[in-house]
């Protein structure tokens, strides 16, 4: 198989894998950056997450419109197009509804990483509110000027909160993508139930962030083990590529 | 297929997608007015919705009784009769007691729309008391002068709580107040949640709650998406009807 | 099939559902009183509800103890014992250690009625404490001193709490007791989130909680739609007796 | 079959277990001392515990390596080394990153026993942040002296929280190790949860703690009615060993 076929595969299991783990319902989508050409990037057509197969997906130009395909794609696809363009080290963009995340964009307290699983948020996660530039709105981004304005609120970071509506989130693979968008909202339910014992919550160091970015790789038997475990959750045990159960330790 | 033969197989799928969201248990319905003679409506017999099949589905007439029908009907069809009454924008009716509604019959703070899915909620939510008018009764909406009284608190709205009871929601399509009934718990979550943290919580604006009602479109891709998506997931996937998968983008 | 057939049909049909609805775990038991001899009762061996089949149903004296069988009973039997001899209005008797109703033998606020289905709790809930009569225990009842103690801290009402342990639930049927049993879990957390609003609590008034008891009928449609569902979720579908489908409105 | 063979056999029901109770997700293990060599214990190689099959059992030495064994272990394998040196009474060890445990590593209230079923955490439980010794790491403990100081935390205790992480229990054997880590979630949630409604929490006394300790029995009926729920839930009723259906009372 090519690397384009790869990573295909893999966008359909990202899809599965959200859809069972409660990211998303109906809406919400994953998409990823084209491995032989950096302007494009490939997503399902308008489809429930858990229904995506591989025949489902859509290659994107870099406006957010589908290449040669007339089929209906999400309203939001700008939300994609927007963050391919702006952050070039993106390869892999989720943008859900998640609903643990929700209660965090309504009010001044910061979602932060607290549990070392949701250290790739990265720190204090802005909140993008959509009506401070566009007004009253459906609030959904529908289009690419409203898309660059979320990409830039999220800036160098890894997630950004969208107010009253949900997150998107950034990583460097499909794999990582996947991983930081199941375990943000388990990041959110631990933050809010330690606020309300009282008192002073500890959220992680700069320091602890860092090295916990620094030590992580994308190709470990660590992150591998997620990866299959997900999958098989979500049904498709089967269709994971890497013969894992033969490797040995290095 | 008729019409008709089309609708009575949604509420069909309604009710199970219903039952499989836990929207309802044992307790809970759903109806729809009928498409050829307003003044009456379709429901099932009493019977838990997650196991209502399409012959379980009795005709009633406008004070809420069953047509030409011995069996045993729901205690509280006079809801849906009352409303039907009263509105006649509206097309489908549900009654429900999804627990994380209920708290915000108990106390004075409104349920109001704080995420974009909850916009068709359509503003604070009203309270109806059958103890103010009615005194101390089972709280069961068990005759017309009852059912009219929730019609009035209800207003021109789509949604009216039952205090210690459930909810009332309507909209102009199945498929609409399913969705509407499906997303109620979870904004009620989401604002429950947001409260817990302190200070003041966003809610949608009244201009986005009208942008969104105008942009709301009862056959677009994405109503079907989700409608699509329940269904599969009630184990009704095979039953809904249009063909969307060979549907292209106009 | 004679009458003592059909209870103890419903007696394994209650154990499952108690088993499915999250009311017990491996731990908690269901009871119910002898039709023919009123100072005996059935219940399962030691074994999980979940597991429990008519051959693991043991008739136990009004001291608690199995009536010529070896096997292994469980440890808290002298509960049921205790309350069959104390009520003889009493027909099946639960307990349990359902999550959510826990937090309230912890504290001084009462459990009471706030929902319509909660109404059967039938006011403020006594909690009992084990340690108040007995020191320190393990918490279990596990002879009749302390059963009878439960036994008059639950008076004439139909729950007690035990704190740090559980609840007790008392009813003039399988069904009645099951449902009450199932809607007390959601009665605590629907009161839990209304409290955590802040404000006054409305809670069913006595007139409300009259209403509802007088006005239940252990043989109405309303109560067999639950049965049926409940029994269909939890896999025993097909074991109920009545063939409610061909029944009729009276 | 062999003790050693049992004892393997436990530990693939135990990962399984685990798993399905939500106690670990991809993340999180289970290890058993050695039955004829104190200074090893058994563990997975790098796998998530759902997936764990007997020839995925590895041993470990002392200083928590593989023993002639080129297959990828958990990172954290050092928790259980570091623990089995320390604790001459530990026969098994769980490190798991339960949700509901993690708020109360954040804030300065201590998780402490509430409910019977917590009754094994034995007292208020220590936090052990890895902060305070070893500085901004990545939060795992990832060699010998990290865990030696975790376990010098823990100390005579049964549970120690690791900050922003997980929790690691002990017991003396795989069942008792079982049962404390799948409840001690809940004795968490069930704690918040009073906390919650204002005033003081009852806990447990310290004589309470330990008549529920002295009364313990590792093959007791109500232990293994726990295991064999479990397991069948887990899919592993088929691979319990001892046949308790045939088993009489004393």
Redo the contacts between chains.
């Keep these: 198989m090519s690397q384009l076929d790869d990573l295909l595969r893999d966008l359909v299991i990202g899809n599965r894998i959200l859809a069972k783990e409660d990211v998303v319902?109906?809406?919400g989508h994953i998409s990823v950056r084209h491995p032989h050409n950096s302007k494009r990037f490939f997503m399902s057509r308008?489809?429930?997450p858990?229904?995506v197969e591989r025949h489902d997906l859509i290659e994107f130009d870099q406006e957010g419109e589908?290449v040669n395909d007339?089929?209906?794609?999400y309203?939001e696809r700008f939300i994609h197009a927007a963050i391919f363009e702006a952050r070039p080290d993106v390869t892999a963009v989720v943008h859900a509804?998640a609903?643990?995340t929700?209660?965090?964009?309504?009010?001044?307290?910061p979602l932060e990483p607290?549990?070392?699983?949701g250290?790739f948020i990265g720190g204090k996660v802005p909140v993008w509110?959509i009506?401070k530039k566009f007004?009253?709105?459906?609030?959904?981004v529908t289009n690419m000027m409203q898309g660059r304005d979320l990409a830039k609120c999220m800036g160098n970071g890894n997630v950004a909160l969208m107010?009253?509506?949900g997150f998107v989130s950034t990583a460097r693979s499909i794999i990582e993508v996947v991983r930081l968008s199941v375990y943000l909202p388990?990041n959110a339910?631990?933050q809010?139930?330690?606020?309300?014992?009282?008192?002073?919550?500890?959220?992680?160091?700069?320091?602890?962030i860092?090295?916990?970015a620094t030590?992580y790789k994308p190709d470990s038997?660590?992150t591998w083990?997620?990866w299959?475990?997900?999958a098989?959750?979500a049904g498709c045990g089967s269709k994971i590529g890497r013969p894992l159960r033969t490797?040995?330790?290095k």
Tied chains: 1, 2, 3, 4.
Excluded: Q
């Excluded at 007339?70 to 794609?73: A, C, E």
């Excluded at 929700?102 to 009010?107: E, I, K």
């Design positions: 319902d109906a809406y308008s489809l429930a858990e229904l589908p007339k089929r209906h794609p309203l509804h609903e643990d929700l209660p965090f964009g309504l009010v001044s307290t607290v549990i070392h699983s250290s509110d009506r007004g009253d709105t459906n609030l959904l107010r009253g509506h388990r339910r631990v809010m139930n330690a606020m309300r014992m009282g008192g002073k919550v500890k959220v992680l160091s700069k320091g602890e860092a090295a916990r030590g038997p660590e083990r997620a299959e475990y997900w098989t959750r490797r040995t330790k």
